[in-house]
């Protein structure tokens, strides 16, 4: 589990530079998700990627306006938008506004989460 978490970490840490935005704040609440969807959501995040991001950012969004049908979930609207703010302006700076109340009203969502499965 550990080699996992280390693999992670040293991939993350190495794509940092290369995210799109740039958001160090965004960076911390994508490591706060389970490794497959942050390791998911940074390959969305890089540069290069814009043309599979824009579309699983509309997809997403789909999914979160559907949220009253099984398995789709409001939860999907916010990540729709964040992956689509890399690539408009306007949502930009609306992401920057809520990754400021975030900052400022739930600072422990920034802190580096603990191993879900340590058993030390």
Same mark, same amino acid.
């Given at each position: $589990?550990?080699?996992? *978490?280390? !693999?992670?970490? %040293?991939?993350? !840490?190495?794509?940092? +530079?290369?995210?799109? +935005?740039?958001?160090?704040?965004?960076?911390? #609440? /994508?490591?706060?998700?389970?490794?497959? $969807? +942050?390791?998911?959501? %940074?390959? #969305?995040?890089?540069?290069? @990627?814009? &043309?599979? =991001?824009?579309?699983?950012? %509309?997809?997403?969004?789909?999914?979160?306006?559907?949220?009253? #049908?099984?398995?789709?979930?409001?939860?999907?609207?916010?990540? +729709?938008?964040?992956?689509?703010?890399?690539? /408009?302006?306007?949502? =930009? *700076?609306?992401? *920057?506004?809520?990754?400021? &109340?975030?900052?400022?009203?739930?600072?422990? &969502?920034?802190?580096?989460?603990?191993?879900? @499965?340590?058993? *030390?």
């Amino acid at each position: $589990m550990s080699t996992v *978490s280390d !693999e992670r970490t %040293t991939k993350t !840490e190495g794509t940092t +530079g290369q995210m799109a +935005g740039g958001d160090p704040r965004l960076d911390k #609440l /994508v490591h706060r998700l389970p490794p497959r $969807m +942050g390791d998911t959501f %940074t390959y #969305l995040l890089k540069p290069s @990627n814009r &043309w599979v =991001r824009i579309p699983s950012g %509309t997809l997403l969004i789909v999914g979160g306006v559907l949220s009253f #049908l099984p398995i789709l979930g409001v939860w999907m609207l916010p990540l +729709g938008l964040a992956l689509l703010a890399e690539d /408009v302006p306007a949502l =930009r *700076s609306s992401r *920057s506004k809520v990754l400021d &109340w975030v900052e400022r009203k739930k600072p422990h &969502w920034l802190e580096p989460s603990a191993p879900k @499965n340590d058993q *030390s």
